[in-house]
């Protein structure tokens, strides 16, 4: 069994996504899974929350070593007042499954910036 890489980080400009969000509407729909969505809706800013779960995602894909792959795979909880959680599902829940890990999170947001690291530890 290869060994993962373990830690993953992304770092993004939320004004990025929210342009390509408003250009692409259908792209949330491939990005967010509804639960993500209707979090994200309910904030103030949404687009600085959906931003923070992209980076969220990468920074998972990074960590695991994924090549290809759905990112509505990778389901964001929480933040804000709750710890920040990860579901993962289809592909890179059987990686995940069969390298014997889980992935903790830790997000950002701070002017215009979004961002994640994810680490893959076995329990």
């Known amino acids: 069994m290869t060994q993962l890489p ?3 980080i992304d770092l993004l400009e939320i ?3 929210e342009l390509a969000l408003e250009r692409r509407p259908n792209l949330k729909l491939r990005l967010f899974d509804a639960e993500e969505i ?3 809706e309910r904030s103030r800013k949404p687009g600085r929350q ?3 779960r992209f980076c969220a995602k990468e920074a998972t894909i990074k960590a695991l070593g994924l090549r ?3 990112m509505r795979d990778i389901v964001v909880r929480g933040g804000g007042v709750e710890p920040p959680a990860i579901l993962l599902k289809g592909h890179a829940a059987r990686v995940a ?3 014997g890990v889980n992935v ?4 950002t947001h701070e002017r215009g910036m979004a961002a994640a690291v994810a680490l ?4």
């Open 15 to 17: 004004s990025r996504l």
């Open 6 to 8: 373990g830690v993953g």
């Open 120 to 123: 893959a530890t076995r329990p």
């Open 50 to 52: 959906l931003a923070t």
């Open 68 to 70: 290809g792959g759905n």
């Open 38 to 40: 209707e979090f994200c």
């Open 104 to 107: 903790s999170l830790s997000l």
């Open 97 to 99: 499954k069969d390298h």
